[in-house]
């Protein structure tokens, strides 16, 4: 699972509840509704959770993100794609006003994953970023093209 490759997000993520009322990034805390484990009765929160899709909202990457969250009950942003650099400044305001334990990000673009780079190296906020589209290929493909472009000429392999 995605969580367990960060040791801070994955205790959180496992354990379903921090002992304090601090979050990961040290700011308060936001925990989410109340639940009460199956197994043991305790009445646990889970982690808060802002979730934004840069397709905009009602579509189906938010769709595709909501059910990836469907065991959380996240926050939702909503981000207006025609308004990229003002749902940009919005983003970043929601990050530090709601101080999440986590935000995921459905979607690419330049708008969104700005505001989560800046929400990580100014608040500390984590964040992970859900792609259907094969975005990978197309960065080592565009990678391949500069280093070509950028041989002097006359230069092969």
Do not use: C
């Not at 043991?40 to 899709?53: D, G, N, Q, W, Y």
């Not at 999440?100 to 906020?125: C, H, N, Q, S, Y």
Request: aromatic share 8%; proline share 6%; no cysteine.
């Amino acid at each position: 699972m995605f969580w367990k490759r960060s040791s801070r997000v994955g205790r959180v993520f496992e354990a379903h509840l921090l002992p304090s009322n601090r979050s990961l990034h040290g700011g308060p805390r936001r925990l989410g509704p109340p639940y009460e484990d199956s197994e043991t009765s305790e009445v646990l929160r889970k982690p808060s959770i802002l979730a934004l899709a840069t397709q905009g909202t009602g579509g189906d990457d938010e769709t595709r993100l909501l059910g990836l969250l469907a065991g959380f009950r996240p926050e939702v942003f909503a981000f207006d794609r025609h308004r990229k650099w003002r749902s940009l400044r919005q983003l970043i305001k929601s990050i530090f006003q709601l101080r999440p334990d986590l935000v995921v990000m459905e979607g690419t673009g330049l708008g969104g994953g700005l505001g989560l780079l800046l929400g990580r190296w100014l608040a500390g906020i984590p964040y992970v970023v859900s792609s259907g589209d094969a975005v990978g290929p197309f960065v080592a493909r565009l990678g391949a093209l500069l280093a070509v472009a950028g041989r002097p000429s006359g230069q092969s392999n």
